[in-house]
């Protein structure tokens, strides 16, 4: 009988499959329920401010999601990740370098959160 992961539906050969939390996942899936991002780290802030991070090279999908948050403005995160097609994890994923380095900020307004430039 082949298994699905229970997370995104793809088909599970023999060694794919890991149980987490009495679920059947994918490999990728499973990882992803392993990563804990910390975006509110003030250690991570001040390294990335005194090693000259900012300055370093931010991925294709960084840079598109600062090109996004410039050009339009403060986004809701589900809308944000429709526009650049990416999973909310993907994106706390790649938010996460941008707002140690004090590109992007987050907040909640109403009951959503937005992504917006940090200085704004």
Known sequence: MDQTCA???????????YRHNGKSLC??????????????????????????????ALTPMQE?????????????VLHLCREVGITPQDLER??????HMQLLRAYRQDDQIFIALFQA
């Open 94 to 99: 790649d938010f996460t370098p941008l707002r």
């Open 27 to 56: 490999e990728d899936c499973f990882l992803d329920s392993q990563t804990i991002s910390r975006t509110c780290d003030p250690w991570a802030v001040y390294t990335a401010s005194r090693t000259g991070e900012q300055q370093g």
């Open 64 to 76: 598109e999601i600062m090109h996004r948050i410039k050009t339009q403005g403060p986004m809701a």
């Open 7 to 17: 997370n995104c539906g793809a088909s599970l050969a023999g060694e794919d499959n």
